[in-house]
T-cell receptor, first 114, second 113 residues
Framework: EAGVAQSPRYKIIEKRQSVAFWCNPI?????LYWYQQILGQGPKLLIQ????????DSQLPKDRFSAERLKGVDSTLKIQPAKLEDSAVYLC????????????FGPGTRLTVL | GDSVTQMEGPVTLSEEAFLTINCTYT??????LFWYVQYPGEGLQLLLK?????DKGSNKGFEATYRKETTSFHLEKGSVQVSDSAVYFC????????????FGKGITLSVRP
């Protein structure tokens, strides 16, 4: 079974530029998560989708971050404009709809903002 | 709000040593508790979990027991190997539609041959 796919794996941009990350969850997984992992910290949820509806985006900095999940499958996370403090690894995870469904994580995208 | 506190790291052990990594949590209700592991160059993987008080999760020689009275979920292994070198994260998850994981800061374990 294929795992969660993310691209790109690495991205370096200058502050005030924009960037987009892509995630393809495990087939059949209705729930998709984006986490931000800053160096030395644990991952923090940015947004959770159930199919293509948003369940929780309370920690998403909506003035610069946006995310969508068209057709309830792939998802993109965008940052515009980026700030230095956005340097982090962005993790995508997916799970089945069951409340106890295990979350499977992708390899992450490491973003460096200069 | 909900939170997870892990002991400060890093931790360096010799092969075959006993391992304990402390984890305590603060949450309302009855969360499920998890340990995730991140090996060098790889993504986060679920190591073990426990969904109710007094449950013991186990996998690959690692164990952790859900202690509601002390709000703890300490990770233990009787004899570590070099291949156990990784970053370990304790996490909790509430039941319900919002099933996000709340993670601790993680701790780096290095095992010397």
């Amino acid at each position: 079974e294929a795992g969660v796919a993310q691209s790109p794996r690495y991205k370096i941009i200058e502050k005030r530029q924009s960037v987009a990350f892509w995630c393809n969850p495990i087939s059949g997984h209705a729930t998709l998560y984006w986490y931000q992992q800053i160096l030395g910290q644990g991952p923090k949820l940015l947004i959770q989708f159930q199919n293509n509806g948003v369940v929780d985006d309370s920690q998403l900095p909506k003035d610069r971050f946006s995310a969508e999940r068209l057709k309830g499958v792939d998802s993109t996370l965008k940052i515009q404009p980026a700030k230095l403090e956005d340097s982090a690894v962005y993790l995508c995870a997916s799970s089945q709809m069951s409340p106890l469904g295990e979350q499977f994580f992708g390899p992450g995208t490491r973003l460096t903002v200069l | 709000g909900d939170s997870v506190t892990q002991m400060e790291g890093p931790v360096t052990l010799s092969e075959e040593a006993f391992l304990t990594i402390n984890c305590t949590y603060t949450a309302t209700g009855y969360p499920s508790l998890f340990w995730y592991v991140q090996y060098p160059g790889e993504g986060l993987q679920l190591l073990l979990k426990a969904t109710k008080a007094d449950d013991k999760g186990s996998n690959k020689g690692f164990e952790a027991t859900y202690r509601k009275e002390t709000t703890s979920f300490h990770l233990e292994k009787g004899s570590v190997q070099v291949s156990d070198s990784a970053v370990y994260f304790c996490a909790l998850r509430k039941t319900g539609a919002n099933s996000k994981l709340t993670f601790g800061k993680g701790i780096t374990l290095s095992v010397r041959p």
